[in-house]
């Protein structure tokens, strides 16, 4: 679907008697004058536009208005516009009796020596079934092989049936909170150390391929938009060569990508970059789907403990 034929889908849920027009140039101004003042980036008027013509506007708005790194005003109609086509995205929950099968793949380069590492792994939805991650290594011919401690060597490993983990370490995720600041308060109490900002957002990139109901998916987006230093990248690319467009986080000289489709807001992948835009690493998130059950464990697989 490109960018026009959302737009008329967006404006077909809006009653005719509505003033678009007013209410997209109020959005622009808006998002230019929170461009010229920092410090309101993040605090749009949506109070002035109604809600039900709010997501059309944004959607007109991303059309006609550039993305550009370090805006958090656009971090915040990107997101948006992305929680409401998760909210319109059919998802069927899975069973607690199942599985969340995931495919990954990953790049990295360990002191200069690339290589690239492929992941797949079942995850019990309820904990109450053991589950398995596989993982292989590739090579490139001809490259020497990065130092042993830096690559986690080929292998299985068997996840044991732990039972019930708090909602935000599940393989799927049932439900948040609709309001921004509460998502934020989980992701604050799942984090680990840094300031504010880095503890959100490394706790938000590590959940943001975690499968998750559509409005589950739309509280947790509206949150990303939320958080101290976020930006957005016109253009990145996965470790697939999947092109999408990005919400960024710079901290001490390391920029932050996470990924999303440009139409389906699905995320893509991340990558980590240095001040000169040379890449250090970069995933992709292949597959995600529900199974019924994990593969059995090969013999000498290692075993996880809970």
């Known amino acids: 679907m490109n960018e026009l034929t959302h737009v008329r889908r967006l404006r077909a849920e809006v009653p005719e008697d509505l003033d678009m027009p007013a209410a997209e140039d109020r959005l622009r101004a808006e998002i230019a004058e929170a461009r010229k003042t920092p410090a309101r980036a ?58 969340i099968y995931q495919e990954t793949v990953e790049k990295l380069r360990p002191a200069g020596r690339p290589y690239t590492r492929y992941r797949s792994e079942w995850l019990s939805v309820d904990g109450s079934k053991p589950g398995l991650i596989r993982e292989r ?6 490259t020497p092989a990065p130092p042993a401690e830096e690559m986690r060597p080929d292998g299985e490993t068997a996840l044991r049936a732990c039972g019930a983990t708090p909602p935000l370490s599940r393989p799927y995720i049932g439900s948040l909170p609709s309001r921004p600041a509460d998502v934020l ?18 706790a938000a990139t590590d ?9 589950a998916r739309a509280s947790f987006y509206r949150a990303l938009a939320e958080i101290p230093g ?6 990145s690319v996965d470790a697939s060569g999947r092109h999408g467009v990005a919400l960024t986080r710079t901290s001490d000289g390391v920029r932050e990508e996470l990924i999303f489709d440009r139409t389906t807001y699905a995320v893509l992948g991340e990558r980590t970059l ?12 292949l597959k995600t789907a529900v199974v019924d059950k994990a593969p059995a464990p090969r013999p000498g697989t290692s075993e996880d403990t809970c």
């Open 185 to 202: 308060k989980l992701l604050d109490e799942r984090a680990g150390d840094g300031g504010r900002g880095e503890r959100l957002w490394s």
């Open 274 to 285: 240095d001040e000169k835009g040379t890449e250090f690493s970069s995933t992709a998130l």
């Open 137 to 142: 290594n590739v090579i490139p011919a001809g």
């Open 230 to 235: 976020v930006g957005v990248a016109a253009d």
């Open 42 to 99: 993040r605090k749009l008027r949506w109070t002035l536009i109604p809600a039900g013509i709010a997501a059309t506007a944004i959607a007109v708005a991303l059309v006609t208005v550039p993305w550009s790194d370090g805006s958090s005003a656009e971090a915040v109609a990107l997101m948006a516009r992305a929680a409401q086509t998760a909210l319109h995205t059919p998802a069927s929950p899975p069973r607690n009796d199942q599985y």
């Open 207 to 215: 959940m943001a391929d975690t499968a998750m109901a559509p409005a």
